[in-house]
Structures are given as structure tokens and as C-alpha cells.
């Protein structure tokens, strides 16, 4: 094969691979959007899809969740702390990690995996990933009065890896990071509110 041809090759595949994660970018950018837009939401704390299919933004202030889904209307929606039922870290098709309203956070027992099982008193165990390829790492949050299934908030999906590697390391990063800041919302909501009686905002 001509030199030439190896080097146009190379610039195609190059500049599809920019194109395609600008692509990502701007849907990712775009799913998050709409939390600016909300009255009297100040969102502290975004956590995104991947592919920019879905994102949460935490109001610590207003201890409120937003939660935005591209193909649902309308496309964001706002609960109150005390809407959040239960939030699970995921790997591929197991949860190996779950916070929820009334219990303690906890690692989930499951063959092969290395962490705790011991409730922590404060904050989250130590939670580590199963030793098996990881083809997705993320957090599945469950809400009352939610008309479909919780949003699904993919830090890595893609072709197997292992846990250890660099975009391994920074999705289960992600992730903690995400559960934890839940973990805290649903420990905030059974708190009383100062100068209000309850901390519940309706969903809208």
C-alpha cells in the first residue's frame, strides 16, 4: 500500500475520532443544560452520562435533585432529598454497592468481590470493583414518585477492561463520587430542615 495512502488512512481515522467525541461533548453538555433554567436551582454538583443520555444535578442549598433524560418530556425533572429512594454503584450487571432511605450504605456481597461489607458509620464503605472485565461502571438512582424507572448515570460503557486501568480508575472514581453525594442527600433528607418543616419539594 502507498505511503501516501497509509497517511490519508491515518487522518481519517484521526479526524473521526475528534468528530465523534465532539459529538459526545455537546450531547453531554446539552443533557446538563437545563439546570441553569431551573427557578431557584443551584446545582453544586453534576454528574453526567457518558453518551449524554442522562445527568443529575445536586442543589445541596435547596437539598433538591434535578434529574435530566434526553428522550423523556418533559426532559428535566425536580425532587426533593427526601424523593431518593436508593442509589446503587453498578458493574455491568451487578451491584456492588447500594445507599438507601432508612439503612446504612453498604457493599454488596457478591462472589469474587474484594471490599467491605460492614456498614460504615459515617459515609460509605470501602467499596471495590469485582475482578472481572468491566464493560460498564455506573449509578442507578431510584426516586418516589417517579412515573419510570431512576436514571442510570454511565461513567464508562464500552469494550471489556480491567478495573485497574486508567479509564477503569476514573469511571469507579466517578462513580464513588456520585454515591457518595447521594449517599449524603438521602442521610440530609431525614434531617430537618432550617427555618422550614419539612424538606419535601413535589416532583415537577
Not at 91 to 105: E, F, H, L, V
Not at 151 to 170: C, H, M, N, T, W
Amino acid at each position: 500500500m502507498p505511503t501516501w495512502a497509509v497517511f490519508v488512512i491515518v487522518v481519517v481515522l484521526v479526524v473521526g475520532y475528534y468528530l465523534l467525541s465532539s459529538r459526545k461533548q455537546r450531547r453531554r453538555a446539552s443533557v446538563a443544560g437545563g439546570f441553569a433554567k431551573i427557578p431557584n436551582f443551584h446545582a453544586n454538583q453534576v454528574y453526567t452520562d457518558v453518551r449524554g443520555e442522562a445527568a443529575i444535578g445536586i442543589d445541596d442549598r435547596g437539598r433538591r435533585i434535578a434529574v435530566a433524560r434526553r428522550h423523556t418530556q418533559p426532559r428535566t425533572r425536580v425532587y426533593s432529598f427526601a424523593h431518593i429512594v436508593s442509589a446503587e454503584l453498578v458493574q455491568n450487571d451487578a451491584s456492588i454497592a447500594k445507599t438507601s432511605r432508612g439503612g446504612q450504605a453498604e457493599a454488596t456481597p457478591a462472589e469474587g468481590l474484594f471490599g467491605s461489607t460492614r456498614p460504615a458509620a459515617v459515609g460509605l464503605p470501602p467499596i471495590k470493583p469485582s475482578p472481572v472485565p468491566v464493560t460498564m461502571v455506573g449509578v442507578r438512582v431510584a426516586l418516589e414518585g417517579a412515573s419510570d424507572p431512576g436514571p442510570l448515570i454511565r461513567f464508562y460503557q464500552g469494550e471489556p477492561i480491567d478495573a485497574e486501568s486508567v479509564a477503569g480508575e476514573k469511571a469507579f472514581a466517578e462513580a464513588r463520587a456520585c454515591l457518595g453525594a447521594l449517599d449524603i442527600a438521602i442521610k440530609r433528607a431525614a434531617l430537618p430542615a432550617r427555618g422550614r418543616a419539612t424538606p419535601g419539594v413535589p416532583p415537577t
